[in-house]
């Protein structure tokens, strides 16, 4: 994965979603662990950063990205937004999260066969609606599942149809 096709991807992803603020790439610079398989990529403000949280789950070249802030930002309280952060709507981009949050609308799935990956799971629950965000539970540095998930759909309607269809299967 190319670091710089990468931020060209994001940076136009947030332009057409409405989450540049500004004119001009709001990436100013990053740094690749090849080795650990991640980019860190530090954003101009903290509402374009917030914009590009919302990104998590997008599908770029092969792989669902897992977009985070790290660890030590929720331990700095003076980072603030100081102009409104801009909403995505990731359901219209084609997103679907990797962090479900708890919450009346998120599902657990379980029972399922180790060997299922990601993709097939999403297609069993996308039958029901569209889902707003997943996250298939696997063992660490393993590609198999753990058997269990967790789903959010944008609808609450689908949420409960896919649980009274698929609840035993």
């Known amino acids: 994965m190319s670091e710089h096709h990468l931020k060209n991807f994001l ?6 979603a409405g989450g540049v603020l500004d004119p001009g790439n709001p990436i100013i610079s990053s740094s690749k662990n090849t080795e650990k398989k991640f980019v860190f990529y530090e954003f101009r403000s903290v509402e374009e950063t917030s914009a590009a949280i919302q990104l998590d789950g997008i599908r770029y070249e ?3 990205l897992r977009i985070r802030r790290p660890p030590e930002f ?3 309280p003076e980072i603030k937004p100081r102009r409104p952060v801009p909403i995505l709507d990731t ?3 084609g997103i679907i999260s990797t962090q479900v949050n708890d919450g009346p609308g998120k599902l657990f799935i379980g029972g399922l066969p ?3 990956n990601e993709d097939q799971v999403k297609n069993l629950l996308q039958r029901y609606g569209r889902l707003k ?5 696997k063992e660490t540095g393993e590609a198999n599942s753990r058997g269990f998930g967790f789903c959010e759909y944008a609808d609450d309607a689908c949420a409960e149809n896919a649980l009274s269809i698929l609840n035993g299967m």
């Not at 940076?11 to 057409?16: A, D, G, Q, R, V």
């Not at 965000?133 to 539970?137: A, D, K, Y």
């Open 11 to 16: 940076y136009e992803t947030l332009l057409k």
């Open 62 to 64: 092969k792989a669902n």
């Open 74 to 76: 929720d331990k700095n």
């Open 91 to 93: 359901v219209a981009l």
């Open 114 to 116: 180790k060997e299922y």
């Open 133 to 137: 965000s997943f996250h298939l539970v």
